[in-house]
């Protein structure tokens, strides 16, 4: 689609805005935005609690969080017929965690409360309650 310039910019600033077009194009300016996703995304889910996952119970059974909080799965056991975690409404399902130490993380963004447990353990289980921000 072409673009109109209105053009009350002199000729070197139209160049140097080309040569902005040109880098936002390219794909050094995809990695960075992708560099800066991911670091938002890393220290967003260095924050927030962790559930210990086991055979026999997710730890903490209770958690009251804020709308956007993220929450780590740390499997603690071995698991080789693995462990999937999701909800009663369906609204989350971690990937298999099998090894001791594998992880997985869910970000909360929306209000309500959920009722988590482990596909193969129906009896460990969490409540998770989830407030907007004040
Ligand atoms: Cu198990």
């Known amino acids: 689609m072409p673009r109109v310039h209105?053009?009350?910019?002199?000729?070197?600033h139209v160049r140097?805005?080309?040569r902005l077009r040109a880098f936002s194009q390219s794909r050094v300016f995809a990695?960075?935005?992708?560099?800066?996703?991911?670091g938002v995304a890393g220290t967003a889910s260095a924050h927030g609690p962790t559930i210990a996952v086991s055979h026999e119970e997710l730890k903490p059974a209770l958690l009251n969080l804020f709308i956007g909080t993220t929450v780590h799965f740390n499997n603690s056991v071995e698991m080789?017929?693995?462990?999937?975690?999701?909800?009663?409404a369906g609204t989350?399902?971690?990937p298999p965690l099998m090894m001791p130490g594998d992880g997985?993380?869910?970000?909360?963004?929306?209000?309500?409360a959920f009722e988590i447990y482990i596909k193969q353990h129906?009896?460990?289980?969490?409540?998770?309650?989830?407030?907007?921000k004040r």
């Open 92 to 94: 989350l399902e971690s």
């Open 104 to 112: 997985w993380h869910y970000t909360f963004e929306k209000e309500g």
């Open 80 to 88: 080789p017929s693995r462990h999937v975690i999701v909800d009663k």
């Open 31 to 38: 990695l960075a935005l992708l560099a800066i996703f991911i």
């Open 122 to 132: 129906p009896n460990a289980k969490a409540r998770i309650v989830v407030v907007p």
């Open 16 to 18: 140097a805005f080309g």
């Open 6 to 12: 209105h053009c009350w910019i002199g000729r070197s």
